[in-house]
């Protein structure tokens, strides 16, 4: 028999909420592994004062109850009153998730991060060392749980995006872990709805109206051309997965790859209705993003500046190119102030963000100047930079970020937009 590569994914179950409930004895002792329901009703929510108190993560008894994600915490008290909410800690969930990690790094030959709770791995069979991709699988997610106490779902298929659909199979499988052997995935994969395609978002929708299909097996006999006239490049992705084809490649050095963009976002602690409060926000996100490139030594042609309105809804998203690449604020603030003035229509601003894209490396080029010395410039920027790595980014700042919009100081004591 030839040997063939099985990849699996594992999602940990409720990850920032299943440490929290880990983290505490007096729930931990009494949690089962193939039990959700001995877990407390607990949620992981952001700061009540501060960020309207949404909910983070949320255990499977709190979701049975009717609590979900980025609901509103008084939302989520009303449909569960004993609701337990703890503030999220980022660096502890960052620190069991590399050791998580790790675990599964050492278990098999390969192994790829794709998220703080989420990992591929892949390995051979048939061979001695894994005669038996399932029992191998199971033991890994008692392993992960007599030692971190987090519950895992595992999915196993030929490739990495089959495996990521058979991981949600294994979500409402008994015993977490489900297998899609090469001559089944088809059989498995056609019957699910196409809303239950991985990647998709919003192009389901588009499957749906455009082609009628309600399978992932109806998005598999739409000819191919027909998908990429209305999709785009997407469209042969889209028919390759329906399919049951993924190409995606390996990549241990995945998380040290050169950047394709760089972004940042944050939710205010208010709507803000004012112009020159959201402008302290956007030049506070705009130096984060512009430093992280510096440091990376690229610099991007496109900047962008998108908004989302009060109540987290509505907003926009534009972006624009500029001539030279750059990384450097007072080069890119303006493009950025000249895109929020043509399309907010001053509507109060709960969630600004700032991107970067279109990179090269930063010593690709450097566009001299007649009225600016840019090499000193340069060098300005590279004194900022190494004070922040020793002594934070809060050693120097702008002085509009002392102004009551500022949000830099508080953003200097969290990991991820939160509390460490």
């Known amino acids: 028999m030839a040997i063939e590569w099985i990849v699996g994914h594992i999602d940990m179950q409720s990850f920032y909420a299943s440490v929290e409930i880990a983290s505490n004895s007096r729930w931990a002792d009494r949690r089962q592994l193939e039990v959700d329901h001995t877990d407390p009703p607990l949620a992981v929510t952001g700061d009540p004062k501060r960020r309207s108190g949404i909910v983070l993560a949320a255990s499977p008894t709190a979701k049975h109850a009717g609590v979900d994600t980025a609901m509103r915490l008084g939302e989520a008290l009303k449909v569960c009153p004993r609701l337990i909410t703890v503030r999220p800690r980022m660096q502890l969930y960052l620190d069991v998730s590399v050791r998580i990690h790790e675990t599964v790094r050492m278990t098999f030959p390969l192994y790829e991060p794709f998220s703080v709770d989420e990992c591929f791995f892949a390995l051979p069979w048939p061979s001695e060392l894994f005669p038996d991709p399932v029992a191998v699988a199971r033991e ?122 760089f972004s940042n976002r944050m939710t205010l602690p208010r709507d803000y209705y004012e112009r020159r409060d ?18 990376a030594g690229q610099a991007g042609r496109r900047v962008g500046i998108g908004m989302t309105y009060e109540g987290l809804t509505g907003g926009f998203y534009r972006a624009k190119t500029i001539p030279q690449p750059s990384n450097r604020p007072e080069e890119l603030y303006p493009t950025l102030v000249a895109l929020l003035d043509r399309h907010w229509d001053g509507s109060g601003v709960r969630a600004v963000s700032v991107s970067l ?60 937009g939160h509390w460490a």
């Open 140 to 261: 890994l997610r008692e392993r992960i749980w007599d030692q971190f106490r987090i519950r895992c779902r595992i999915g196993l298929a030929p490739n990495k995006w089959c495996a990521k659909m058979a991981n949600k199979r294994a979500k409402k499988t008994p015993g977490g872990v489900v297998w899609w052997p090469k001559d089944r995935v088809l059989d498995e994969l056609h019957p699910l709805p196409v809303t239950e395609m991985w990647g998709l978002r919003r192009r389901a929708e588009v499957l749906q109206e455009r082609f009628g299909c309600q399978t992932i097996g109806d998005v598999a006999r739409v000819p191919v051309g027909r998908l990429r006239a209305v999709c785009g490049v997407w469209g042969e992705v889209i028919h390759r997965w329906a399919n049951g084809i993924d190409y995606s490649d390996f990549n241990p050095d995945t998380m040290r790859v050169p950047h394709q963009g």
């Open 357 to 416: 894209d279109m990179l090269m490396q930063d010593t690709t080029a450097i566009q001299l100047s007649l009225l600016e010395d840019v090499p000193r410039r340069k060098r300005y920027w590279q004194a900022v930079d190494a004070v922040h790595s020793r002594f934070g980014e809060t050693a120097v700042m702008r002085a509009s970020s002392l102004l009551p919009a500022g949000q830099i100081r508080e953003r200097s004591q969290k990991i991820g």
């Open 278 to 295: 959201v402008m302290v926000v956007l030049l506070e996100l705009l130096d984060e993003v512009c430093e992280r490139a510096r440091r």
